[in-house]
């Protein structure tokens, strides 16, 4: 039996960011994750690796928090910076743009592919003191006592008991932890994929991310580093398979026509993954022993690129609670961290969730009054610097109380 002060499960880039974290805080942590890194990826799959094929629209407030864990400069050349959003209908006059300088921000978030994140954060887990990584490793059996729990975990095949005073569930939408604990959600289905790729185009206006709402749903086009621009183009899920089977001629044709010629010539499509979309949010954040954090907390549409800048604002507090407790002497698993982490947390989480399933519903509804309506405000944020300010420091991550790690500070010093 190993001894530990919490237990990570899931080392995706939630868990492993939140490991990196607590690294030389004075809690013992282990994390323990499925999936081997750099996993191959099944043509047209998702891979089931703990960083994918994905890439993230990162918030400036995300930035800080990678700083903040020392991440960021390992991570660096391969984020490119976003100072511009520009957001339009297709086919309609409604169109809103949001800009760094408007902001007085080098840059309002950056783009950079899960991989390199996932990479990064390896680099960082590797010198982190006091962490275990426990991979290839499965979560077998979890039973909560009074005052820890206790875990059995196959760790390459082999059975190993840990005990621990709070288990934290990092473990992805469809997290084993929750179920097994028996924590409802609320869950909305969307009847839509996204679908994912990348392309060079033949234009390229360097630094401006593309949101595009189209009879389907929306078309998000973010620059990345080398030129490309990352695709993330969402379809009815009726629709999938036949976009995901055309010829890369076809594809780019069917792109171009829905994204329009704002980048010039779109060429070199990458390889397509699809995913599907839906809302997922826990109705309880913590149980006795048990915190939820990420998308295990709330799965989101990523129509505003929030899933993960949300899922590291968790990481933020509760790292902040934890260290705090250690250095009190006060249980990391007891009510003090999961009261303050519930309280810190419940209402980001929902704000959040609730804009971007208003938005993934409101921009795919053909009905004209709506239509008209969502144009009219579109312009009207467009022309009212303090709506788009207030739009801008959300996307930025920037609003409320910052934690420790949102300043940029390591979580571990005070
Ligand atoms: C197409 C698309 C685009 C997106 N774009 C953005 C964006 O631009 N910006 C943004 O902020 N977010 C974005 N997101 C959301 C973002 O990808 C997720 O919010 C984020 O990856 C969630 O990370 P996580 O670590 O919580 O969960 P996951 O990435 O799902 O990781 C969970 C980990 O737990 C492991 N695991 C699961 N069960 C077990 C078990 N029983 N035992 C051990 N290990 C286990 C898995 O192997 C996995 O590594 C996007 C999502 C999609 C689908």
């Known amino acids: 039996m190993q001894d530990y002060d919490l237990v990570i499960i899931g080392g995706g880039l939630v868990g492993g960011s939140l490991a990196c974290a607590l690294g030389g805080s004075g809690l013992r942590v282990a994390v323990v994750e499925a999936a081997t890194p750099q996993a191959p990826a099944r043509r047209d799959a998702p891979p089931p690796a703990q960083y994918d094929e994905r890439v993230i629209a990162l918030s400036l407030g995300s930035r800080r928090i990678f700083e903040g864990l020392g991440v960021w400069p390992a991570l660096a050349d391969a984020a490119e910076p976003i100072r511009r959003v520009h957001v339009s209908d297709r086919g309609h006059f409604g169109f809103a743009h949001?800009?760094?300088?408007?902001?007085?921000?080098?840059?309002?978030?950056?783009?950079?592919?899960?991989?390199?994140?996932?990479?990064?954060?390896?680099?960082?887990?590797?010198?982190?003191?006091?962490?275990?990584?426990?991979?290839?490793?499965?979560?077998?059996?979890?039973?909560?006592?009074?005052?820890?729990?206790?875990?059995?975990?196959?760790?390459?095949?082999?059975?190993?008991?840990?005990?621990?005073?709070?288990?934290?569930?990092?473990?992805?939408?469809?997290?084993?932890?929750?179920?097994?604990?028996?924590?409802?959600?609320?869950?909305?289905?969307?009847?839509?994929?996204?679908?994912?790729?990348?392309?060079?185009?033949?234009?390229?206006?360097?630094?401006?991310?593309?949101?595009?709402?189209?009879?389907?749903?929306?078309?998000?086009?973010?620059?990345?580093?080398?030129?490309?621009w990352s695709v993330v183009w969402t379809t009815r899920e009726r629709d999938t398979a036949a976009i995901l089977g055309l010829d890369d001629t076809a594809f780019l044709a069917e792109l171009q026509r829905r994204f329009g010629g704002r980048l010039g010539e779109l060429t070199r499509p990458g390889r397509r993954f699809s995913y599907p979309l839906r809302l997922v949010l826990a109705q309880q954040l913590t149980r006795p022993r048990i915190a939820l954090i990420g998308n295990a907390a709330h799965t989101l549409h990523p129509v505003a690129g929030q899933g993960f800048n949300l899922g590291l604002r968790d990481v933020a507090e509760l790292a902040d609670l934890l260290v705090d407790a250690h250095l009190t002497g006060r249980d990391p698993g007891g009510p003090a961290v999961l009261d303050g982490y519930r309280a810190r947390r419940r209402g980001d989480q929902r704000s959040v969730a609730l804009v971007t399933d208003t938005l993934a519903r409101l921009f795919v509804n053909p009905f004209p009054p709506v239509r008209a309506a969502r144009d009219a405000g579109m312009l009207a944020l467009d022309l009212c610097p303090t709506a788009r300010h207030a739009l801008a420091r959300r996307f930025m991550g920037l609003g409320g109380r910052l934690p420790r790690l949102a300043r940029g500070l390591p979580a571990a010093s005070r």
């Open 98 to 228: 949001l800009d760094a300088a408007d902001e007085g921000v080098e840059a309002l978030g950056y783009v950079a592919p899960a991989r390199a994140i996932g990479a990064a954060i390896e680099g960082c887990l590797a010198n982190a003191a006091g962490v275990d990584v426990l991979c290839p490793a499965r979560l077998g059996g979890l039973r909560i006592q009074r005052d820890h729990a206790n875990l059995e975990v196959a760790v390459a095949g082999v059975s190993r008991l840990l005990r621990t005073r709070l288990v934290v569930a990092a473990d992805g939408g469809d997290s084993d932890v929750r179920r097994r604990m028996k924590l409802g959600v609320r869950e909305r289905a969307y009847g839509y994929d996204a679908i994912i790729s990348t392309v060079t185009p033949t234009r390229p206006e360097p630094g401006v991310a593309f949101e595009r709402f189209t009879s389907s749903g929306p078309l998000a086009m973010l620059p990345m580093t080398g030129g490309r």
